[in-house]
T-cell receptor, first 114, second 118 residues
Framework: AQSVTQPDIHITVSEGASLELRCNYS??????LFWYVQSPGQGLQLLLK??????LVQGIKGFEAEFKRSQSSFNLRKPSVHWSDAAEYFC????????????FGAGTRLFVKA | GAGVSQSPRYKVAKRGQDVALRCDPI?????LFWYQQALGQGPEFLTY????????KSGLPSDRFFAERPEGSVSTLKIQRTQQEDSAVYLC????????????????FGQGTRLTVV
């Protein structure tokens, strides 16, 4: 079955510390991969996406993610977290064939402490 | 418009009542999606339109849910005889791409409509 797993329900990091949010997917073939951020009461904003090519992708707000085919993972990283990064983060996949359906993970809530 | 607009932002419905949720996509966007996001969960796909054609409605949870996009722009998600389990945030997204996402396209999300069924 197609699925996206974000093993951490919530993570707390200190401002200025590094961040890594984990994402694993289960899919028949390598899908398109996305990370979105959702602030309270807001819609989803795309942080970055992987389609093909370089497995390290850069996104907005200083985020990056690395696609590892052997691990079926697409972990999100940021070297230095800012208080404004506190939000919910969703990993998502879209299949390369057979439809436009996006499958989201359950999300990881990031708390940033001063 | 500048972004995807959804209305109302909040809706409280009594159980058994019918509701209609509206989505105004970005002007000219071909693709439109509806998602349901329960509290503490990720969004779940409901349905997808390419212009006025509903190409995928596999995510609609029951025949009480109905979506339309008659002129290929504004879309309405209708829920008949609402139940408590319908309480969720309903997100709409649009994309310029008419096919699977390419490297230079993305889906833009609205702020959602929070539906509470009491």
């Amino acid at each position: 079955a197609q699925s996206v797993t974000q093993p951490d329900i919530h993570i707390t990091v200190s401002e200025g510390a590094s961040l890594e949010l984990r994402c694993n997917y289960s899919y028949g073939a390598t899908p398109y991969l996305f990370w979105y951020v959702q602030s309270p009461g807001q819609g989803l904003q795309l942080l970055l996406k992987y389609f093909s090519g370089d497995t390290l992708v850069q996104g907005i707000k200083g985020f990056e993610a690395e696609f590892k085919r052997s691990q079926s993972s697409f972990n999100l990283r940021k070297p230095s977290v800012h208080w404004s990064d506190a939000a919910e983060y969703f990993c998502a996949v879209v299949g390369r064939t057979g439809g436009f359906k996006t499958i989201f993970g359950a999300g990881t809530r990031l708390f940033v402490k001063a | 418009g500048a972004g995807v607009s959804q209305s109302p932002r909040y809706k409280v419905a009594k159980r058994g009542q019918d509701v209609a949720l509206r989505c105004d996509p970005i002007s000219g966007h071909v693709s439109l999606f509806w998602y349901q996001q329960a509290l503490g969960q990720g969004p779940e796909f409901l349905t997808y339109f390419q212009n006025e054609a509903q190409l995928d409605k596999s995510g609609l949870p029951s025949d009480r849910f109905f979506a339309e996009r008659p002129e290929g722009s504004v879309s309405t998600l209708k829920i008949q005889r609402t139940q408590q389990e319908d309480s969720a945030v309903y997100l709409c997204a649009s994309s310029a791409s008419g096919t699977l996402p390419t490297g230079d396209t993305e889906a833009f999300f609205g702020q959602g409509t929070r539906l509470t069924v009491v």
